[in-house]
């Protein structure tokens, strides 16, 4: 199995719509805030499918599906950006601290094949000796240093090494107007907005690329441009080495799980896609992480926002349409898992950024990254 990275560097600002209607009597576009997986994979396969000329038949889209294609994570000099772990409560005017499992609501159990929230012990807002405020929202990315110091605990039940840093992109607003062919002049009521997100100076996506070495053939001396998200807005596609910022399993963090936890922390650094909604199925039914062979987990607590609605267009000839609207778990959502006797958890440095989602395909499509790290509960 061949692996390759990529720069992808958008020229334009990069359009990427939220579902919301566009068009009369509704003349804003909406856009994500950052683009779903499925963006980046899709348009990387269909760059495939030009140049190898497979069209969207059943054949040409059957190879390019078994690509597994992950990233659109915010690199700048080679270093990744995660999105921030919802374990990470700001106040305007005290240092963040660690948001951790203080029960107690007795152990998670499986009733009937599910797993019920009130079954899981609580999470309190507030640790011992952090006083009274009200939290705010803290920035959307983290540098991934800053990450690995989270996963370890290296800050303690307060975290004042936090740095909200540069954010890697903004939403750019545009506002149109249609021509009248005939006159040249605006069309009567034809005045609409658009919003693309534009990246940073210095700031880029990565992505990583897995499948058969003739498959991949095509990107081997990729340097092109080529459309990215809606409007055929175009972005730079570039081969590059493995970015030296935390694709692979950080050293510390591979010390720390050989220790042998009796506590890890699972943080979806892309969105999850789950068959019972917020929860993996895999963790209620053993906890036999996936690619691994003796890591079985125990669900304690999960830090979990509101979901996402996900859709879209495809091109599949043998689905050809729109495709149904699905329930997204937000990138950067926390499982806090205690380790189960048998288990070696030197296992799961092997599956960093690996996806840990129940459907293979939603894997390859890249959804459910898993960021993996330790966590102990407040005093």
């Not at 804003?28 to 969207?56: D, N």
């Not at 601290?97 to 009130?118: H, M, N, Q």
């Not at 267009?313 to 806090?336: E, Q, T």
């Amino acid at each position: 199995m061949a692996e390759i990275y990529l720069r992808i560097t958008p020229r334009d600002p990069v359009v990427i719509r939220d579902g919301r209607p566009f068009g009369a009597g509704a003349s804003k576009m909406r856009a994500l805030p950052w683009p779903y997986p499925q963006t980046m994979s899709s348009t990387v396969r269909t760059m495939l499918g030009k140049e190898q000329g497979h069209g969207f038949d059943a054949a040409g889209v059957g190879g390019l599906l078994t690509l597994g294609i992950a990233g659109g994570f915010p690199e700048r000099r080679e270093r990744l950006f995660f999105p921030t772990p919802a374990d990470l409560v700001c106040a305007e005017d005290a240092p963040p601290f660690t948001l951790r499992p203080f029960g107690p609501a007795g152990p998670a159990v499986v009733s009937g094949s599910v797993l019920k929230p009130e079954q899981l012990e609580s999470l309190p807002y507030l640790p011992t000796g952090a006083g009274e405020f009200k939290p705010v929202p803290p920035h959307p990315f983290v540098e991934g240093a800053w990450m690995v110091d989270w996963l370890l605990e290296a800050n303690g039940p307060m975290a004042p090494g936090y740095r909200p840093g540069t954010v890697p992109a903004r939403n750019e607003e545009r506002t149109h107007v249609q021509v009248d062919p005939a006159t040249f002049a605006a069309a009567d009521e034809m005045l609409f907005s658009s919003v693309g997100l534009r990246l940073e100076p210095g700031f880029s996506f990565s992505c990583r690329i897995r499948g058969e070495e003739g498959a991949l053939a095509p990107l081997r001396n990729l340097r092109a441009y080529h459309p990215l998200g809606g409007e055929r807005r175009l972005a730079w596609f570039e081969r590059c080495g493995r970015p030296a910022g935390s694709w692979e399993c950080p050293s510390r963090i591979r010390t720390a799980l050989g220790a042998g936890p009796l506590r890890v922390r699972l943080v979806l650094g892309t969105p999850g896609i789950f068959a019972d909604g917020w929860v993996p199925q895999w963790l209620r039914e053993g906890g036999l992480v996936p690619g691994t062979r003796t890591v079985r987990l125990r669900l304690v607590s999960a830090a979990v926002s509101r979901w996402l609605p996900v859709s879209g267009w495809s091109y599949d000839r043998r689905s050809f349409g729109a495709k149904p609207i699905r329930r997204l778990v937000p990138a950067g959502s926390v499982y806090f898992c205690e380790v189960e006797p048998g288990s070696d958890p030197a296992e799961l440095a092997a599956v960093w950024l690996e996806p840990v989602c129940d459907d293979a395909q939603d894997g390859r499509d890249g959804y459910g990254l898993a960021l993996w790290g330790i966590w102990n509960p407040h005093a």
